[in-house]
């Protein structure tokens, strides 16, 4: 039982390059998260999913776009990479909706855009 | 709107020092609390948790109590060691399965 993987664990990009942050978890979770992790500002979600096939936006979805199209899988991508975006990206989930709300992390992508 | 307001580090003690590290929320409603726990380069992990006013949560010497007349959740532990050294967040939920973090306070513990 892995838990929550991400790949890669760390990126480096130009500007205006596009990439694919993925996601995974084997526990059988519905609810599935991305946030970013900036200095003095903690996390903040970007977008998330209630279960397959849906997504929703966070706090800080722009210049963002993520898929669920398997239960398993959350992928996060960035079509036009920005200097703003240099960060670490967390993946999170969590069992289901009434559960107690202790959300499963994965280990974090560092990301700097040059 | 609901809120997490956390106590700003870096916060440096000496090994079997006493800790706190302060959280307060603000919420129309009752939350659920949280502390999560980053170790150095790892992802954050479930500390403790309170789901009701006067429940307290505690884990690994780490302890926290839900007190609704003062809207915090301080977290405390009475003999810190060298390996409690992380960064610690507060959450809550505002109970739409959404967490709202806090900004992290940064512990060292110095042998």
């Known amino acids: 039982n892995a838990g929550v993987t991400q790949t890669p664990k760390f990126r480096v990009l130009k500007t205006g390059q596009s990439m694919t942050l993925l996601c995974a978890q084997d526990?059988?979770?519905?609810?599935m998260y991305w946030y970013r992790q900036d200095p003095g500002m903690g996390l903040r979600l970007i977008h998330y999913?209630?279960?397959?096939?849906?997504?929703a936006k966070g706090e800080v979805p722009d210049g963002y776009n993520v898929s669920r199209l398997k239960k398993q899988n959350f992928l996060l991508g960035l079509e036009s990479a920005a200097p703003s975006q240099t960060s670490v990206y967390f993946c999170?989930?969590?069992?289901?909706?009434?559960?107690?709300?202790?959300?499963?992390f994965g280990p974090g992508t560092r990301l700097t855009v040059t | 709107g609901n809120s997490v307001t956390q106590m700003e580090g870096p916060v440096t003690l000496s090994e079997e020092a006493f800790l706190t590290i302060n959280c307060t929320y603000t919420?129309?409603?009752?939350?659920?609390l949280f502390w999560y726990v980053q170790y150095p380069g790892e992802g954050l992990q479930l500390l403790l948790k309170?789901?009701?006013?006067?429940d307290k949560g505690s884990n690994k010497g780490f302890e926290a109590t839900y007190r609704k007349e003062t809207t915090s959740f301080h977290l405390e532990k009475g003999s810190v060691q060298v390996s409690d050294s992380a960064v610690y967040f507060c959450?809550?939920?505002?109970?739409?399965?959404?967490?709202?973090f806090g900004t992290g306070t940064r512990l060292t513990i110095i042998p």
């Open positions: 999913s209630v279960g397959e096939g849906t997504t």
């Open positions: 959450a809550t939920d505002f109970g739409n399965e959404k967490l709202t």
């Open positions: 526990m059988n979770h519905e609810y």
């Open positions: 309170a789901t009701k006013a006067d």
């Open positions: 919420a129309t409603g009752y939350p659920s």
């Open positions: 999170a989930s969590i069992q289901s909706p009434g559960h107690p709300y202790e959300q499963y």
